[in-house]
């Protein structure tokens, strides 16, 4: 019984397209992530809703675009896809975002865009 | 700015070595620590985590200590498994986003 899925694990695509990936958690946290790894393995925060309210975007190019329709769904929208998209997209959940609590990641998405 | 330096690797042991793995991080006030784990090909998994200085944090073997005194939280086991092979991570928990360190890779040989 997985707790944060993401859809699909695995995407290959041209450059130019756009891809959605999708994102539920059935922990019945109110807040959830995305986070990048690039190639060198290197995690960072893309955006963080809490109650399907955006409250972190770090910096990222506005082709990236989530969306929360409910509060255990956050799906990323990625347009006019660039080599540089290719990467590993984590999906996360916590309860709250305060100290102390525990963020649980999904398996990832590997996007590879050629 | 808030930052974490890991221990470089790749960290090659034998099987039933004893392995540390370094972390201190740079942040302001005193966050929630945490380290996961990647294993080849899989997610980010939760490996333990310590919210307050003096904490020990611990999990399938690993343990971690909260050092407030010198904003590190370095990660030990006694005896290394071929199948703790694995990326780790640490990262503090800062205004609701974890700072990831760059990653540790540990090969470990039978």
């Known amino acids: 019984d997985t707790a944060v899925s993401q859809t699909p694990k695995y995407l290959v695509t041209q450059m130019g397209n756009d891809k959605s990936i999708k994102c539920e958690q059935n922990?019945?946290?109110?807040?959830m992530y995305w986070y990048k790894q690039d190639s060198k393995k290197f995690l960072k925060i893309m955006f963080s809703y809490n109650n399907k309210e955006l409250i972190i975007n770090e910096t990222v190019p506005n082709r990236f675009s989530p969306k929360s329709p409910d509060k255990a769904h956050l799906n990323l929208h990625i347009n006019s896809l660039e080599l540089g998209d290719s990467a590993v997209y984590f999906c996360?959940?916590?309860?709250?975002?305060?100290?102390?609590?525990?963020?649980?990641f999904g398996e990832g998405s590997w996007l590879t865009v050629v | 700015g808030d930052s974490v330096t890991q221990m470089e690797g790749p960290v090659t042991l034998s099987e039933e070595a004893f392995l540390t793995i370094n972390c201190t991080y740079t942040?302001?006030?005193?966050?929630?620590l945490f380290w996961y784990v990647q294993y080849p090909g899989e997610g980010l998994q939760l490996l333990l985590k310590a919210t307050k200085a003096d904490d020990k944090g611990s999990n399938k073997g690993f343990e971690a200590t909260y050092r407030k005194e010198t904003t590190s939280f370095h990660l030990e086991k006694g005896s290394v498994q071929v199948s703790d092979s694995a990326v780790y991570f640490c990262a503090p928990l800062i205004l609701g986003k974890l700072i990831f360190g760059q990653g540790t890779e540990l090969s470990v040989k039978p």
């Open positions: 942040a302001t006030g005193y966050p929630s």
């Open positions: 922990l019945g946290h109110d807040t």
């Open positions: 996360a959940s916590s309860q709250g975002s305060g100290p102390g609590n525990t963020i649980y």
